[in-house]
Structures are given as C-alpha cells and as structure tokens.
C-alpha cells in the first residue's frame, strides 16, 4: 500500500535541507506543510527543482500553506495544493453545520518526528482528514511557525598554557590559549526523523498532551545523543616547534652528467650537460663609395677524369666560357678518378682564384672553366677531363667608381648576427633546461663571421655568417638541497628545512675537457633539531593536561607547545593514534 510523509517546514529551513528530507524519504508521497514565510520556497526555481526531483524518483509531492502566491506558484508547476478550510457556519443554535464526507482510503501516512502512534485508529486519507478537522490542519501550521529550536553554538577546549623551553635546566610549559570556535550546530525538529500517523480528530487537551510528549522525547533523545557523542568522540592536535641552530657554511660542489645521484661526501651533484650550436646568416647593403681598380675573385671545384693524379702550381691559369683568366692563388694537388660499383667517379679539390686584371668585365656567372695550358701542349685527354666549375659567379671586380664595404657596414653586420645568434642559443636552451639550474646561459662562443665582401671590398651588397655555441652542465636545486640536508644530518645532527635556507653562489667555472661545473654555495638560515614523533605520540597517549606540560618540559629538542583537545569535555590525549595529529612547525 502506498505511503505517505508530512514534512512540517520551518520558516527558516533552506530549500536544500527540504529536498535532502524530500530524496531520503522512502515514502510515494510528501506533503509539505508550510509557513505563510518561510525561506524554503521563496523562489520559482525551488519549485522547478522539487518538481524535476519527484518526477526523477516517481514521487509525489502536495503543499499545504496559507499563504496564496506559494499556492499559485505550487499550482503553476503541477503540484497538489491542499487548502485549509474557511471556517464552517453555524446554524441558529450555534453549532456548525454537519457536512458529509466521502472517506477515500489513502495507506499508511507517516510524519516526520513520529515517536510512537497515540491512538489506535487506523490510518484515513489526507483528504478525509483534512475535511474532518480544519484545526488540525490549523495546529499544523501552527507548529511549523512555533516549533524551533536555537542554534548552539560548541566551542573547542584549550589548553591555557604553552611550553618554552629557556634553558637545559627546567623550564616553564604554556599551552596555546588561542580559541577554536567549532561551527554552529544547529537542532531541528525533523532530525533525526521519525515517524507519526495522521489521526482522527483528537481533543484540544489530546493535542497538547501529544505535542508535550514529542517535546519530551525529543528531550531525551538529545540527552542520550550527548552522551554517546561524549563516550565516542574525542582528538587532540599537537603543534611542536624544534629547537633550532643556526647554520653558517659554504660548500664547493661539482656538477656533471656522470653524476647519477647527489653525493654529500664527495660533494658531487647529477647534473644535465647542454651543447646547443646555431649558425645564423643575413644579407646587408654596402654604402661605402670609392675611385677602386679591383680583381674579382671566387672558387672552383677542380674535377680530374684522368687515372692519374694532377699536380697544379699556384697560378695556373682558367679560362672560363667568355674567354676571361683566372689564376689560382695556390698550388693544389687533384686526385686521381675512381672506380665506384663499376661507376667512374673523378677525383676533386677546392680552389680559390682571382681574375687576370680588374674591372666589372670579370664577374661572370658560374660555369665551366678550362685549363688553356693542356690545350696549348696538345694534351686533348687532360684538357678534356681535367677542368674547374665554379657554382657560385665571381664578384668584387671593379675599376673606377665603386660601392664599398665599409668598416661600419661590417661591424654593425657583425654586431646584428651576433645578437641573433645568441637569442638562438638562449632561446634553445630555455626550452630544453625545464628546471635545470644553469649559470652560464650568457656565456655563448662566437665565431669570427665569414662574409663574402671584406670590409673596404667592392660591393653592391654582402652576405655575413656567425656560428654561436654554449657549452654547459645544468642541475636541479633539488638534488643540492638534498645534498645540502644530507651534510647538516651528518655533521650536525640537525634538519635541513629548504623554504628557511638561502644560498648564494659564486666562483662558477666549467671545465670544457672535462665536462665538469663546479661552483660554491655559501648557505645560512635555521637548522632544527629532529623529532620523534611516533615516540612522542606514543609518549603522550592517555595523558592528562598536567602530564603533558611535564613530559614536554623534559624534552630538551622542543623550544615550544600547543595543545588542543576536542570536544571541550575532552581532559586527556586518546589513546587511539588516529585520533591524534601531531604538526611540526619551523
């Protein structure tokens, strides 16, 4: 058989409290008995979010309240609206006028706060009931709007004293005052829920002898509530400060790739080595102008054919497609051709050349240049297969008026591709360092630049060339704080805390041929005595506030003491460890 909860709002209940009763109830319907105001129902979303709840539990839901514009807004959202009736006219003889009622059986109808059924009746409809006592309902109401109960706030025990330990000899102990104000806890009537049956119409005299007995149920409830919460709950946090000593050192460490793991004894540090090499190249304008009688000059690649290697002396003469000589500017060797997969390949040598005379008339493209001297001794087979071919054409020859390189225009070149060059390279290392601690990300090589006009060279335009490389070992200050706690355990005794320690390096030099950083950190800053604290748990289980201060004020290592017990009727530290949080404070 279907049920039925009545669930009696408060006029200061939120919405989310209503639904949470509302969810948990194992009832098919909810009636909700409400306040003319009341907080629970004051926005048309509250309705929305009701209504898409009942709908996703197959529940329903009825309001009951006096108040019209809840009633529409009820109604506006398809839930049942059960109005509390008009009082009845009375006949001549003053008695109210007999109504009959159609009794429509409903289930079981349970309420929140049922104790223990009063009568013995058995259940009838909401609407039956309704019709047949309009004070009930009345009553009802009433209840919702009167039936509250203040919110205490609970507060937190202190200890009032707090431990200073002054000197090795006995010192005073004082345990934190400081308040801890637990949140408000509020009672209501519909916690913890309980059930009741609606009734046939009961006295005026029945109705206050059944309201006096939910107050004094509810009373021992609590009682008996409180004193299980004193029986089983109960923690304690202890905060502790170690007595601390000041450190005032400088180590040399070494940094470097063959390291695996921090090594305080040998003062070596696991560290990343870095080699980032970028080239960089650019195009400038020359805007130098001078009266110049320049050669033009360039390179070939000298190929030999022939079986036999070339000797070819400084000098020696190339002539190119148009008839123009070029001589080498030093004597070269060409080697033989080779045999390769049965695939002739001819040997090859680079050379440089300048022009014959000066003047523009010798700056011809690339191409094919001949040796005229094999040619002149009727040597076909040499002339034929021993050549040079330039890829690039030759440049810089000039006579008369010409555009020049000047020293400024190669300098700010050269000052312009250096600056790139090591944007590069930091640009570079930024991105592969992640949290590698690296010193020398300034310290780039430059080469010298290649450029292909010399400054005080004719040239319309000139092409410059830098190459940049950094060289370095980077390391995790990670693994040195590591290394740093690992020196103060062993020669102090103490712990190293990093967030209390500043360091400052110095003396950094890295050793190309070996690969090795080494640097100094000088260090200062608090070291603090170890604690226990699984002994000083174990030390402290089960004591009293007395006993406390006694036992810290023996413990030489711990400069200060707070301890605070919770609930405030807890005397003592609980012997369950889990009920206890100990927390080191530097």
Partial sequence: MASTKIINVLKDDSFKEILDLFKLSSADEVIFVLPKKNKAFQKEDYFVSLRDEA??????????????????????????????????????????????????????????????????????????????????????????????????????????????????????????????????????????????????????????????????????????????????????QITIQPRSQDLDMTLSVAASDATSAPDAPGMKLPGQLFNIRKTVSQEFPATGSKDVAQKARGSLT???????????????????????????????????????????????????????????????????????????????????????????????????????????????????????????????????????????ESQVAVEKPSSTAAADEAAERFTMTISGSLKTVGFKESDLFNLIAAYVDGKYDLHAVQEKLTLDYGEVKFDTATDILRFTVAIEGPGYAKINEQELLTSLAGKREDEIKLLIRGISDIAAANVVLRPPWVRSIPKDPSRVRIITSY
């Fill in 55 to 236: 709908a996703r539990l197959n529940k329903t839901a009825s309001f009951l309240c006096s108040n019209p514009e809840l009633n529409e807004l009820a109604k506006k959202h398809g839930f049942d609206v059960l109005l509390a009736r008009q009082p009845k006219a009375r006949s001549k003889t003053g008695m109210p006028k007999k109504k009959s009622a159609k009794i429509v059986e409903a289930g079981a109808v349970d309420m929140v706060n049922e104790l223990e059924d009063f009568y013995e009746h058995p259940p009838i409809s909401i609407t039956a009931a309704a019709e047949a006592d309009e004070e009930l309902l009345a009553a009802a109401e009433e209840f919702s709007e009167r039936d509250e109960v203040e919110a205490i706030p609970a507060y937190s025990r202190r200890m009032r004293d707090v431990v200073n330990v002054e000197s090795d000899e006995s010192r005073d102990l004082k345990v934190s005052s400081k308040k801890e104000r637990a949140a408000p806890v509020g009672v209501r009537h519909h916690v913890p829920v309980v059930e009741r049956r609606i009734v046939p119409k009961a006295t005026m005299a029945g109705s206050g002898r059944y309201r006096k007995s939910l107050i004094g149920l509810a009373i021992a409830a609590s009682i008996l509530a409180g004193i299980a919460i004193y029986v089983s709950t109960g923690s304690a």
């Fill in 302 to 440: 000298v190929y030999n054919a022939t079986a036999a290697l070339q000797q070819l002396i400084a000098t020696t003469r190339f002539e190119s497609s148009d008839k123009h000589i070029f001589r080498t500017l030093s004597g070269v060797i060409v080697p033989a051709a080779k045999t390769v997969n049965g695939k002739l390949v001819p040997g090859t040598v680079i050379v440089q050349v300048v022009a014959d005379k000066s003047g523009q008339d010798f700056n011809v493209p690339a191409g094919i240049f001949k040796i005229p001297a094999f040619a002149e001794k009727g040597d076909a087979n040499k002339y034929g297969n021993i050549y040079g071919q330039s890829d690039e054409p030759m440049r810089g020859g000039t006579s008369g008026k010409a555009t020049v390189v000047t020293e400024q225009d190669y300098r700010q070149a050269q000052e312009i591709l250096t600056a790139q060059v090591k944007r590069a390279i930091a640009e570079q290392l930024k991105a592969d360092m992640d949290d590698f601690k690296v010193f020398d």
